[in-house]
């Protein structure tokens, strides 16, 4: 369906997995490939999405953008995090729908999964049980995209498909102390906090400038550096991290995570997913090409009772492999030469105890991951200093 002529739209093309997926086709010889950075291209104006799809009309479109962060960030930001997401969600994908785009591949989150969901996670857990409470917006957000590309498809005939990651990690991640995932934050801290053991300040004074924490940067009085540092649990040799380290989880390094994304857009249809291959003569071809009027299409939704429920379309990508945030934090501190001392909060929220993903669906499809943790710890680590070179 896509050839290497194929105009595609990778929204959030400088985030973790959009630069990934954005270099991963460039390496297979996609080389129409659109972008726009958040300054270019809000994705939560309605008005400015539909300009743009006026103006570009792609013929395949990955939605990598969304409104992410931690634990402390989704505590701290609820309504930001389902809003923005859904409006972002929202308003792609319907654009997509209304401009004929051939093929959508949307990017969750597994934290779309009960929090006592049994594990390893199958596709089937989602919606049986309540969320993890501290990311329940965001996860809540994802669900509705992921439903949406499955209703459009049973509606409309698209051919949008939903991939729901583990834990990412990678080149071009979050290192900011109280927005980034579990991974890059533990670096960072384990990594300052081995610094001020050495008094090395002109590090610190780096490490600062590139991304200032609280307004603080590397030109601050020592004093104030240490004291907007210890806000996080960063000290001299020590290190405090939220939670009691019990919990399990799974990571994914970023370009493995774009080399499954573009494999499934490339290579794998929504039919091919539910198993329906009459699917395939009731709907395809249906939304190829040009605007699309609702008014002209209602009819299609009438073939759906005759192939039965079809639910849980999504695909889960990760490795089948877990750790425990204890066990990283000492492997964080060996890569990075920390050898001071670690503790973990637990008066601070844990998140979901376990979140191991089923990636029985992804390897039936053709995928396997290539990058396991140990090496991934190093790779992100050397990365991490380029960016302070």
């Known amino acids: 369906m896509l050839d290497k002529n194929s105009k595609i739209y990778v929204a959030g093309h400088h985030g973790l997995v959009g630069s990934a997926i954005w270099k991963n086709l460039e390496k297979r010889g996609y080389n129409n490939l659109v972008g726009r950075s958040h300054s270019e291209l809000d994705l939560t104006d309605q008005q400015a999405v539909r300009r743009f799809f006026?103006?570009?009309?792609?013929?395949?479109v990955v939605l990598a953008a969304a409104y992410v962060g931690g634990i402390m960030a989704n505590s701290l930001y609820r309504a930001d995090f389902i809003m923005q997401n859904m409006k972002i969600q929202c308003n792609v994908i319907d654009e997509s729908y209304r401009h004929g785009v051939k093929k959508l591949l949307f990017l969750g989150s597994t934290c779309i999964y009960p929090k006592n969901a049994p594990q390893p996670i199958k596709e089937d857990a989602l919606l049986?049980?309540?969320?993890?409470?501290?990311?329940?917006e965001y996860a809540l957000a994802k669900i509705s995209g992921l439903k949406m590309c499955e209703s459009y498809n049973l509606q409309y005939g698209t051919n949008y498909i939903a991939v729901m990651p583990t834990n990412l990690y990678g080149p071009n991640d979050n290192f900011h102390l109280e927005n980034s995932h579990?991974?890059?934050?533990?670096?960072?801290?384990?990594?300052?906090?081995?610094?001020?053991?050495?008094?090395?300040?002109?590090?610190?004074?780096?490490?600062?400038?590139?991304?200032?924490?609280?307004g603080v940067d590397g030109s601050a009085s020592h004093d104030e550096i240490l004291r907007v540092l210890a806000d996080y649990g960063i000290a001299d040799n020590h290190v405090t991290?939220?939670?009691?380290?019990?919990?399990?989880?799974?990571?994914?390094?970023?370009?493995?995570?774009?080399?499954?994304?573009?494999y499934l857009l490339l290579n794998v249809d929504f039919k091919d997913i539910i198993g329906i291959d009459k699917y395939s003569s009731v709907f395809y071809g249906a939304t190829t090409g040009g605007h699309i009027d609702r008014n002209t299409s209602t009819g299609r939704g009438g073939a759906i009772?005759?192939?039965g429920e079809i639910r849980n379309c999504h695909i889960n990508v990760g490795t089948g492999i877990e750790i425990t945030i204890r066990q990283l934090s000492q492997l964080v501190a060996q890569t990075v030469g920390f050898k001071g001392r670690i503790d973990f909060d637990a008066s601070k929220p844990d998140g979901t105890p376990r979140k191991l993903c089923d990636v029985t669906k992804l390897h039936s499809l053709g995928w396997r991951h290539s990058m396991e943790v140990e090496d991934g710890?190093?790779?992100?680590y050397a990365w991490y200093r380029s960016t302070l070179v």
Do not use: C, H
């Not at 006026?54 to 395949?60: G, I, K, M, N, T």
């Not at 710890?377 to 992100?380: E, I």
């Open 128 to 136: 049986t049980s309540p969320l993890e409470y501290t990311n329940e």
């Open 241 to 262: 991290l939220w939670g009691t380290g019990r919990p399990l989880r799974e990571f994914l390094w970023s370009e493995d995570m774009a080399d499954a994304s573009v």
């Open 54 to 60: 006026d103006q570009e009309r792609p013929d395949a």
């Open 182 to 214: 579990v991974m890059p934050a533990m670096m960072r801290k384990i990594y300052l906090a081995r610094l001020i053991n050495e008094e090395n300040w002109k590090a610190i004074a780096t490490d600062m400038n590139k991304r200032p924490v609280k």
């Open 377 to 380: 710890v190093k790779a992100l």
């Open 305 to 307: 009772p005759a192939l």
